[in-house]
């Protein structure tokens, strides 16, 4: 039994991961309104509201590639910048503009902006990113990019 135990413990210190990558992911929620005048004017289904201005609690999902395990991106400072962002997009609390926009064309935006931070940065590696903006937490949309410094 001892035999068993030390072989799987040398196996253990061995173990490698494969190669891969690794990325951060920040959330938070943003109040907000949209609308969608192109709305579906299927009677049947009954969603001609959604060309209302209406208003959703806007769940977001920011995930982005970093290079090392150590913060190389701050958790804490990413999440304030998405919180920043979301409030360019939707307004302040006190000036809520209602957006045509659908939760595919939020996250691009949003995307538009990581793509302006990571050509900011000094470094010159393609990194993955992937935004995911929900209604309520209940559904929504899912955009994944790579970009690199020069794009
Ligand atoms: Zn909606």
């Known amino acids: 039994m001892s ?3 030390r072989k799987s413990v040398k196996k253990t210190k061995m173990l490698q991961l494969p ?3 690794t ?4 959330t938070t929620q943003v109040e907000g309104i949209h609308y969608w005048s192109k709305a579906w004017k299927d009677k049947l289904l009954n969603v001609n509201y959604l060309k209302h201005p209406h208003r959703h609690m806007f769940h977001l999902k920011l995930e982005l590639q970093v290079y090392n395990d150590d913060r190389e991106l701050e958790f804490l400072v990413m999440k304030r910048w998405l919180n920043i962002i979301g409030q ?8 809520l503009k209602p957006i045509p ?7 691009k935006e949003i995307l538009k902006e990581v793509q302006k931070f990571v050509s900011s940065l000094d470094d010159d590696r393609i990194r993955s990113a992937s935004c995911e903006v929900s209604e309520d937490g209940e559904n ?4 994944s990019v790579m970009f690199c410094r020069w794009s």
């Not at 926009?101 to 996250?107: D, K, T």
């Not at 929504?140 to 955009?143: E, Q, R, Y």
Request: hydrophobic share 55%; charged share 15%.
């Open 3 to 5: 035999m068993v135990k």
């Open 23 to 26: 990325s951060i992911f920040v």
């Open 19 to 21: 190669e891969g990558t």
């Open 88 to 95: 360019k997009i939707f307004g302040d609390l006190a000036h």
């Open 101 to 107: 926009m659908s939760c595919e064309m939020i996250a």
């Open 140 to 143: 929504g949309a899912i955009v």
